[in-house]
């Protein structure tokens, strides 16, 4: 089946730095990706919609300046928070979504990334 | 505004015990529901993908099915590796693209 594949799985970052976060569809094209948040026993929430070659579509409440998409290829996302603070800390997953040739669709998840801001 | 929510928050299930989880949604314009599997520290994992009602699909033990106003996952003779949390989403398409809205999850935990 589809795979997508984040990378790092965890990190742990100093506050006030930058850290990037890679989503790759494996074996199939990702013209929209999507990154979610997810805090402890809660569910994912949606924080943008990662389009290819254009720009990211973000949610209400969701800061651009601070959490950077690009979007460079049909097969790469990325996710860079800017400036980290322990408040960042969390679990972020990407998502893609395969369209099949008889019309339906998936949406396959990454195994998500845990970012720790010390 | 879009609605899912699901039940129950949590299920204790004996080995064998057979049981269902409920997703009941509100949204303007179904373009998909799915549940996946999410084990703790994990991305989640697809299970189905169902577009309307009257529709099920089955995979091993898991058996899903949907009406217009929720769907059911019926885990039938259950087995500790069943044990996740099982999430529901719907699909809607909203000004040219589509989100995924998720319920919160039933947590389910099968005893030897």
């Known amino acids: 089946g589809a795979v997508v594949s984040q990378h790092p799985s965890w990190v742990i970052c100093k506050s006030g730095t930058s850290v990037k976060i890679e989503c790759r569809s494996l074996?199939?094209?990702?013209?929209?990706m999507f990154w979610y948040r997810q805090f402890p026993k809660q569910s994912l929430m949606l924080m943008a919609t990662s389009n290819e070659g254009s720009k990211a579509t973000y949610e209400q409440g969701v800061e651009k300046d601070k959490f950077l998409i690009n979007h460079a290829s049909l097969t790469l996302s990325t996710l860079t928070v800017t400036s980290a603070h322990p408040e960042d800390s969390s679990f972020y997953i990407c998502?893609?979504?395969?369209?099949w040739g008889d019309g339906g669709n998936t949406i396959y998840f990454g195994e998500g990334s845990w970012l720790t801001v010390v | 505004e879009d609605q899912v929510t699901q039940s129950p928050e949590a299920l204790r299930l004996q080995e064998g015990e057979s049981s269902s989880l409920n997703c009941s949604y509100t949204?303007?314009?179904?373009?998909?529901l799915f549940w996946y599997r999410q084990d703790p520290g994990k991305g989640p994992e697809f299970l189905f993908t169902?577009?309307?009602a009257g529709e099920e699909k089955e995979k091993e033990r898991l058996k899903a099915t949907l009406t217009k106003k929720e769907s059911f996952l019926h885990i039938t003779a259950p087995k500790p590796e069943d044990s996740a949390t099982y999430l529901c989403?719907?699909?809607?398409?909203?000004?040219?693209?589509?989100?995924?809205?998720f319920g919160k999850g039933t947590m389910l935990l099968v005893s030897p």
């Open positions: 169902l577009y309307s």
């Open positions: 989403a719907v699909r809607r398409e909203n000004s040219g693209y589509s989100t995924l809205t």
């Open positions: 998502s893609a979504r395969v369209r």
């Open positions: 949204v303007s314009g179904l373009r998909g």
């Open positions: 074996d199939f094209q990702a013209t929209t």
